[in-house]
């Protein structure tokens, strides 16, 4: 069978189909609308043949692999599946497709899959990176590659940024433990001091300001990005002289270890201790007690990083960058 495929061409396909060679290539592309009546024709000539698009030959006469990387720390984290699941909304009625890299939050794993994808020619990048500093992804600004950052990060000279508002998210989930009478408040964040995680606390710091409400330096822990991170988070919280009776998690995957140590060591949820997470992950409702969590739309932030990868991959002269910030908001459930 793969010999028979070998041997078919575009132009056979064409014949079979009574149509152009243009016009199988349009379909083959999605780069432009042809009549239902005639894709369905060429689609059949393609299945009764076994064509199979030669990706590489196409690749050297356009130089494009029409492929877009999408670089993440993690793929335990469901936020990052619905960010993928947005690129693909829009990558692939263009003829694109996306391909999910992980960097398990390692800064020199980072930069060899960066350097990989700019080996394997990528079209775009999309970067969820906790190290900014030192630009890891200067390599793909040099080869031209367009790269678009996750979270809520100002556009730097060649990089676009598009992100929820992370600092407005920490404000209102501080406004609204405050408004519960919550006084002593903690932060579990993540292990370094920089990215949406940093944002979220910057945005928790302010809040505490706003309100006159003094923010003590103990109850901001650095931990994994990871349920055990909330765990060892949470315990080292508890283990204080004045613990807190409230936690704001730097994601849900984290805040739900923080509610595994408090149900293990009987701590009343909300109780003794609210919780309140980020994203709204699907597991945010299936816990008990159902998550109180700050929304990000990650699909609609996958999307918006595929758009703007497309533009700046068909402009002529590159445009300032921009940054796109999506609203936030508190979704209140049984935990706060």
């Known amino acids: 069978m793969s010999q028979a495929r070998q041997r078919v061409s575009m132009r056979t396909v064409a014949e079979r189909a009574g149509v152009s060679i243009a016009t199988v290539s349009y379909v083959l592309s999605a780069r432009r609308e042809v009549a239902p009546s005639t894709r369905r024709r060429v689609e059949r000539a393609i299945d009764e043949l076994g ?26 984290n469901p936020f990052y599946p619905a960010v993928a699941r947005g690129l693909q909304d829009v990558l692939e009625p263009q003829g694109s497709y996306g391909i999910v890299v992980c960097t398990d939050g390692d800064p020199g794993t980072e930069r060899r899959m960066i350097e990989q ?7 775009g990048i999309g970067l969820s990176s906790y190290l900014h500093r030192g630009r890891p992804f200067e390599a793909a600004v040099e080869a031209g590659i367009p790269v678009v950052l996750l979270g809520s990060h100002a556009p730097e000279p060649g990089v676009d ?80 002289a004045a613990p807190p009776d409230a936690v704001i998690c730097t994601n849900d995957v984290v805040a739900i270890g923080a509610l595994d140590v408090l149900r293990e060591l009987s701590v009343r949820v909300p109780q003794d201790v609210a919780v309140v997470g980020f994203d709204d992950i699907e597991a945010a409702t299936l816990v008990s007690p159902a998550l109180t969590t700050i929304a990000n739309p990650a699909r609609q932030i996958g999307q918006a990083v595929a758009r703007i990868l497309l533009q700046r991959m068909a402009e002529d002269e590159p445009q300032p960058p921009q940054a796109i910030a999506f609203g936030t908001h508190l979704i209140q459930r049984e935990s706060a």
């Open 51 to 76: 064509y199979v698009p030669n990706q590489v030959a196409r690749s050297m006469r356009t130089q494009r692999t029409d492929t877009v990387a999408l670089i993440v720390p993690s793929i335990l």
């Open 117 to 123: 994808m700019v080996a394997r020619r990528v079209d």
């Open 161 to 240: 940024a598009v992100g929820p508002d992370d600092v407005g998210g920490g404000r209102r989930a501080v406004q609204y433990l405050l408004e519960r009478d919550r006084r002593r408040i903690g932060f579990i964040t993540g292990p370094q001091g920089e990215g949406p995680a940093a944002s979220r606390v910057s945005g928790y710091l302010a809040a505490l300001r706003d309100a006159a409400v003094p923010a003590a330096d103990d109850l901001v822990v650095r931990a994994d990005f990871s349920r055990e991170g909330g765990r060892e988070g949470m315990r080292r919280l508890l283990d204080l």
